[in-house]
């Protein structure tokens, strides 16, 4: 470490969004404001697919564990730096680092593959419509998820169990909000040749193949629609369709980013910015895009909602 370095040996420096102190209060508000509209908005949509038997079909199970994935997604790294905002600190240890960047990559993994099965349901749904039923079964929908989350977490290990044989330099600044992998492998002093290769496979299994799985689908899934005689039939399943895949752009297109941003020699501001669409921008806007594409959703939503007044309204009533 360097003389006078006070965050002590073994602790990282996350710099952050920016150095200015009369923009942090606006910082923090911000991003407290979007991390409740996150975890509320797909709180909501969990609650909407389960209150209601109408939306005990596969394409809500799957969205309800989606919007699962992009609350905890969020949840590991916005309240850390809602945290450091707060207390003028900018040190993370290295094991919360390490552990945020473990849950980071397994959460991030989760959607990418739930958003595959997502596209595998709406391809069974258009081109086997009569077999739906019968492919789609709950126990296959289950294996499905589960399945996703246990390829989620044993594939987030290699990339990051690779990071504990690596020895850091004297600087340990991270110029980021949370520790970002790419970024914390260039403060390393060691060869990084073995972590590059096993993070390109592992992006490859996790992300690349989900996303390779997702156009196919969605080829197939085109091309039975415009099969479709009617032109309000042919809307009505582009609208359907419609919801996921502007999901799956964002989702994609703003990872992608995050990606170049890191290995480009880029100003940290920019890739700061891809980092902030990738983990909190997507997740905020998934009960939006589907609750407002979605009139089933909507009347789901206003039950939850009407639901909770009266409980809000008697539990005043108690505290009085």
Known sequence: MERGNPTGAGNFILLGFTDHHDLQSLLFGLLLSMSLVTVLGNLLIILATISDSHFHTPMYFFLSNLSLAYIVFTSTTIPKALRNIQTQSKVITFAGCISQIYFFIVFGSQDNLLLTVMA????????????????????????????????????????????????????????HFFCDLPQVLKLTCSDTLINNIVIHSVTIVLAVFPLTGILLSYSQTFSSILTISSDRGKYKAFSTCGSHLLMVSLFYGSGLAVKLSSVATLPSRISVIASVMYTMVTPMLNPFIYSLRNSDIKVALGRVLSKMVPLRESMDACLL
């Open 120 to 175: 595998y349901d709406r391809f069974v749904a258009f081109c086997h419509p009569l077999h739906y039923m019968a492919i789609m079964k709950p126990l296959l929908c289950l294996i499905m998820t589960l399945g996703s989350w246990l390829i989620s977490v044993l594939g987030a290990l290699p990339e990051t169990m690779t990071i504990l044989r690596q020895s850091f330099c004297s600087n340990m600044e991270i110029p």
